[in-house]
């Protein structure tokens, strides 16, 4: 079965830095795309970057482009999700997941997901 598992978020004053790991399973790495997204309290999940293994595409969401970074380490079946000069508006649980194809930035088009992980910047 398919695993997801994210480690890596904490507490963080503003201005810091961050890198979020997801090490995937079950799953045939090269053939998927893999996104992290994150949830705000009151607030609906949403999309921050993605990476396709094929072509090794990325894209990042225009609020984080600059400041976070995704990749991937293919051997390892883990993407990476740099976040530097973090905000107080980063703070938020944030999730890894995978589909089938590029490119999603909807949660509701992503088949699988991590439990999540905490990332709080103070001010």
């Known amino acids: 079965q398919v695993q997801l598992v994210e480690s890596g978020g904490g507490l963080v004053q503003a201005g810091g830095s961050l890198r979020l790991s997801c090490a995937a399973s079950?799953?045939?790495?090269?053939?998927?795309?893999m996104g992290w997204f994150r949830q705000a309290p009151g607030k609906e999940r949403e999309f921050v970057a993605a990476i396709k293994w094929n072509g090794g595409n990325t894209y990042e969401e225009d609020s984080v482009e600059g400041r976070f970074t995704i990749s991937g380490d293919n051997a390892k079946n883990t993407v990476y999700l740099e976040m530097n000069s973090l905000k107080p508006e980063d703070t938020a649980v944030y999730y890894c997941?995978?589909?089938?194809?590029?490119?999603?930035?909807?949660?509701?088009?992503?088949?699988?997901w991590g439990q999540g992980t905490q990332v709080t910047v103070s001010s």
């Open positions: 079950g799953l045939t790495f090269s053939s998927y795309a």
């Open positions: 997941a995978a589909r089938r194809s590029w490119l999603g930035v909807r949660a509701k088009e992503y088949d699988y």
